[in-house]
């Protein structure tokens, strides 16, 4: 059975070739960046993309992809998370009757609780 991370990684020297063409015509990299949103919903197979093609060092592939018009909408959704998760790591956590712990997050557009 092949997960998505082995349908990703089958995925990555078509568009690493994908990107390397269109940059190679003289597209602009939000052209490029939006190309590999269509292709591959995912942002950090994005972001290893834009690092290989445009030989950047992750960080700033991370904050070009972050950043740009193509994933504006997961940008928003996951600053919102990290939000989440920064107040959960200071709030206190609910411990469970079996002795484990539990910090909740809000994950859901819709405004339901998942833990």
């Known amino acids: ?37 269509e292709k591959c919903p995912s942002i950090i197979q994005s972001m290893k993309v834009a690092r290989d093609v445009l030989g950047l060092p992750m960080n700033e592939a991370k904050d070009l992809v972050h950043h740009s018009r193509a994933w504006s909408d997961m940008r928003d959704r996951h600053s919102e998370l990290h939000e ?20 909740e997050l809000d994950l859901a557009r819709d405004g339901t609780t998942e833990h």
């Open 1 to 37: 059975m092949e997960t998505m991370m082995d349908e990703q990684m089958a995925m990555y020297p078509a568009l690493v070739d994908l990107a390397r063409a269109m940059l190679n015509r003289g597209a602009e990299v939000e052209e490029v960046l939006e190309a590999l949103r």
């Open 84 to 103: 989440q998760a920064e107040a959960a790591a200071w709030s206190k956590p609910t411990q469970n009757a079996d002795g484990s712990f539990r910090v």
